[in-house]
Each structure stands twice: as structure tokens, then as C-alpha cells.
């Protein structure tokens, strides 16, 4: 297969009544420039000032009275946020897109709109219709990769504990889906028709003559990109990729956070194994977890959404660089992260838990069969004993007023971070030894 020369994303949906918990998953692996740092923002509930004004990545919009709470993942260089979660429960994951839009040099970016309706909405239909007024005010543009100009559109899942929404867009035009029990997006349409959308979503193309007349209105045929890339049916090769996450999120059985993570670190008949080799000459034949030269898995995040009456909080597992090679760990709104997972720029730092993830990653690189195993003996039973105490801590807190709620999840994501830095280092040292020793 060709190499892609463009990022890409996976992001997929379980509605709660077909987890084995109970609680609606959404999963998204963030697939970018491999070496593009994305570490972790926490934004707080905010009240603003009649008049305020936000400044996106290009444009500056008009503030609204309140913005929740939220937890996202930010590429270093962005304002916006690749996928997250907010206060109440509404968690969002985006998708590059190609269309017929030529689009302008100014404009929100798919991260700007993550973030936007994660800060303002209370629920998953809530923010679909806030995602779809600002494309249609503001409509999309500006370069959304550091290095070249690269502009797409956006796709997005968007989900709470009772419903999810696939939204797709083109420019200011866009279409939204309600999700039936489950349903993954890549970097290509899939919806045909929808529930919502703009007003003029098909005259303005039947205007431009994108939409024969004597054909019913078809939203991914007629918004596709007709002109980009070498296979031009699809050119961010994500047929393959939607059709492996579709396999996966449908078997029989209620799908559990365990599950998801396996998705995530997907490499097909590989298992979880990740590939060898220097990511500057690497094919990339993608798979879920992506280890490509131009292209490569640099965040993932698991959002859990219980029910509110449930007795549990929603949860954020997030995972730094390719999941395969890192660990997943807990995350709350509610408590404040340890300041750490903000650390990282363009340059690689050591006080950077991302910069750290990918040197791991770049070090099993040279062996994986002999060197996985030795980032697995260190990371795997640690996130296995988050898996089962984050559960306990998040039922303890439900009951705890706000004040000793945030004390209790606080400390709890303070502890794991050690753990993990602790784990890290251990890894990095043991592989460093075996890599040398090959």
C-alpha cells in the first residue's frame, strides 16, 4: 500500500447498553505527526464577563456566560484539543476529513470545535447542535499540522451516557447521525442522510452541482473529496482501518474498558506487537495503532460514561504516545491532574511523561518480539491495578461533598503518576540494557 502522506484518527462508540458496565465507552486513537508532542490540559469552570472573547487557533469568537469544566488532549502548538472530557459527562473524539471545500486560511480548526463543545455543553446533543452553529457561523480553515499546510475538515463522535452523535462536516455545512448501540469513524464520510444539519446542507450543493437533481441527497457522496491523494476513492486510506474497528467494537458481547484498550493497540494479525524499524523509513500500512513515517498514534483516550444516578464517575483512561508501547491511566474532572502531564514541546524533555513515552516506544522499535514483552512486564500490571482500584475510588468519591470529592481524586491521580513515572523509568532502563546487549 502507498504511504499516506497525511494524519489520520480512529474514534468509536459503545452506547451503555452494550458494555458489560453499563456505561456508555467512546475511544479514539489520535493519529498525527509521530513525533509531535500531545500532552494533557485541564481547564476549569469558568464564569466570563459580559462581552468576553476566546481567541481559537485563527479566529477569535464570542465568549459565553459559563464553560465547564474539561480534560483534553492538546498537541503542543494548538489551542484546541484532539479528544476529551468535560464535567458533566460529554466526551468528544475528531476526525480529519477531505472534501469538494477549498477552505480559507482562517477558520476553526476540528481541535478548536472539540474543545468549544466540550466548554460548553451539558450533553451529547447539546454539543452537536454547538459544534454545528459555529461551523456554520464561523466555518472551518487554517492549517491543522505544524510543520506544512495541511487543511481538513471535521469529523467528530460525540457522546454521553444516554446517546452519541456521529457529526460530519464540509466547510460550514455539516449532517449529524444519532447513534443506534454502537459506530466507529475514520478519515472518510459515512453518513449518507441525517437527523440534523445545516439548513442548506443539500441546496448548497445541488447549487454547485455536486448533487445530480435526479438523485435523493446523499451527504458522504456528494461532500467527498473528489482530488486528493493517489487512491482518490479513498485518500487518507481509512477504509481498512474503519472496517478492522467496526469488526472489533461489534462482536458478540457487551464490550468492556479492557476491550477497548485491546482496539486501541490493535496491529491486526500482529496483536498488540508493535512493528520494527525507524519510523523515517517505516511502511505506513496503517492499522489501528499506528507506526507510520508520516502518520503515527501520538494520544489515545478511553472516555466512561456511567449514568448520573450511577455509582460511579465519568473517567478519562488516557494513554501517551502509541498505546501498544505505553499505559492507560485514570483521569477525573473533578480532581486536579498532576501538573506534570502538561509538560512537553517540540523538543524532546525529560520532564515530559509524552517525550518519555515515545523514547520507549522508539527503543522497542529495534527489536519488538524481544522488547515489548520487557515494556509489558512493567506497564501491564500496574494499569491493571488502576483498572481495579479506579473503580473503588470513584464510587468512594460519588459520595463525598465536592470539597473532599476533589481531595480524594487528586491524590489518587498524584499516586498513579508516580507509579508511572516510577515504571517508566524502570522500563527505559531495563530496555536501554537489552537494547545495547542485542
Not at 468519591?397 to 489518587?412: G, N, T
Request: charged content about 20%.
Amino acid at each position: 500500500m502507498a504511504a499516506s502522506p497525511l494524519p489520520s484518527c480512529d474514534t468509536m462508540v459503545v452506547l451503555a447498553p452494550h458494555t458489560r458496565a453499563g456505561a456508555t465507552i467512546l475511544a479514539k486513537n489520535s493519529d498525527r505527526s509521530p513525533y509531535e508532542c500531545q500532552p494533557l490540559a485541564q481547564l476549569p469552570h469558568r464564569i466570563h464577563p459580559e462581552g468576553a472573547t476566546v481567541h481559537c487557533q485563527y479566529l477569535e469568537t464570542p465568549q459565553v456566560p459559563k464553560t465547564a469544566a474539561v480534560i483534553g488532549s492538546r498537541p503542543f502548538w494548538l489551542w484546541g484539543f484532539e479528544h476529551g472530557l468535560n464535567e458533566y459527562g460529554v466526551a468528544i473524539g475528531n476526525e480529519a476529513v477531505l472534501t469538494r471545500e477549498l477552505l480559507p486560511s482562517t477558520g476553526l480548526l476540528g481541535m478548536d470545535l472539540v474543545r468549544l463543545g466540550l466548554e460548553r455543553s451539558r450533553t451529547a446533543r447539546e454539543a452537536s447542535g454547538i459544534i454545528g452553529s459555529l461551523i456554520e457561523r464561523y466555518g472551518q480553515g487554517g492549517s491543522a499540522q505544524y510543520d506544512v499546510d495541511f487543511r481538513y475538515c471535521g469529523g467528530f463522535i460525540i457522546a454521553d451516557h444516554a446517546e452519541a452523535y456521529v457529526l460530519e462536516s464540509s466547510g460550514r455545512q455539516w449532517i449529524a447521525r444519532p447513534v443506534e448501540d454502537r459506530a466507529c469513524i475514520s478519515n472518510r464520510f459515512t453518513i449518507d442522510t441525517g437527523s440534523l444539519g445545516s439548513a442548506d446542507v443539500e441546496s448548497y450543493a445541488r447549487a454547485r452541482g455536486w448533487c445530480d437533481s435526479e438523485y435523493s441527497f446523499d451527504f458522504a457522496a456528494t461532500y467527498s473529496s473528489r482530488n486528493a491523494g493517489r487512491d482518490k476513492a479513498d485518500p487518507l486510506h481509512a477504509r481498512g482501518r474503519l472496517a478492522r474497528s467496526r469488526e472489533l467494537v461489534s462482536r458478540n458481547g457487551g464490550r468492556t474498558l479492557r476491550e477497548m484498550l485491546a482496539i486501541l493497540r490493535d496491529h491486526d494479525a500482529r496483536g498488540e506487537m508493535p512493528p520494527a524499524g525507524d519510523p523515517s523509513t517505516r511502511d505506513d500500512s496503517p492499522t489501528l495503532c499506528m507506526h507510520g513515517s508520516v502518520s503515527g498514534t501520538t494520544a489515545s483516550m478511553i472516555a466512561e460514561l456511567p449514568a448520573p444516578d450511577a455509582d460511579t464517575l465519568p473517567v478519562l483512561w488516557a494513554s501517551l504516545a502509541a498505546p501498544c508501547t505505553s499505559i492507560a491511566f485514570p483521569l477525573f474532572v473533578g480532581g486536579t491532574l498532576p501538573p506534570v502531564l502538561a509538560a512537553g514541546g517540540e523538543k524532546p524533555s525529560t520532564d515530559s511523561p509524552w517525550w518519555r513515552f515515545r523514547k520507549i516506544q522508539d527503543l522497542v522499535a529495534v527489536a519488538p518480539e524481544r522488547l515489548a514483552p520487557i515494556v509489558w512486564k512493567h506497564f501491564r500490571p500496574l494499569e491493571a491495578a488502576m483498572l481495579e482500584r479506579c473503580a473503588e475510588v470513584s464510587r468512594q468519591a460519588r459520595k463525598l461533598e465536592p470539597a473532599a470529592r476533589e481531595k480524594l481524586l487528586s491524590s489518587f491521580m498524584a499516586q498513579n503518576i508516580v507509579r508511572i513515572l516510577n515504571a517508566q523509568s524502570a522500563a527505559e532502563s531495563e530496555l536501554t540494557r537489552n537494547a545495547v546487549a542485542r
